[in-house]
């Protein structure tokens, strides 16, 4: 069982920046691709970002795209998503996922762990 725990969400102006972390536990990190997604209320979760197990390729959501950088350290199991130029529109729980595979995807039903999540609000 992999436990996944989120930090780093909080209030921050709009252009501002925030750096979500994310530790994970019960399994080797190194095998398992790694995702960031969001979710406002009455919506559904929307794939963020992901990034391959070795770290060697990333994907992004086309709203976060120039603005927000995933990335992972293997020896700190421990992946983060450092975002940029925040806008309004970004605010949202942001969600840790893992999926114990080579590949990285946007679907969440994709994803075999979740964290609980970390509010990330941006006042305009």
């Known amino acids: 069982q992999v436990q996944l725990i989120e930090s780093g969400g909080g209030l921050v102006q709009a252009g501002g920046s925030l750096r979500l972390s994310c530790v994970a536990s019960?399994?080797?990190?190194?095998?398992?691709?790694m995702g960031w997604f969001r979710q406002v209320p009455g919506k559904e979760r929307e794939f963020v970002a992901a990034i391959t197990r070795s770290g060697g390729s990333t994907y992004y959501a086309d709203s976060v795209k120039g603005r927000f950088t995933i990335a992972r350290d293997n020896a700190k199991n421990t992946v983060y998503l450092q975002m940029n130029s925040l806008k309004p529109e970004d605010t949202a729980g942001y969600y840790c996922a893992a999926r114990v595979s080579l590949a990285i995807s946007v679907r969440t039903t994709q994803y075999d762990y979740w964290g609980q999540g970390t509010q990330v609000t941006v006042s305009s």
């Open positions: 019960g399994r080797t990190f190194s095998t398992l691709a």
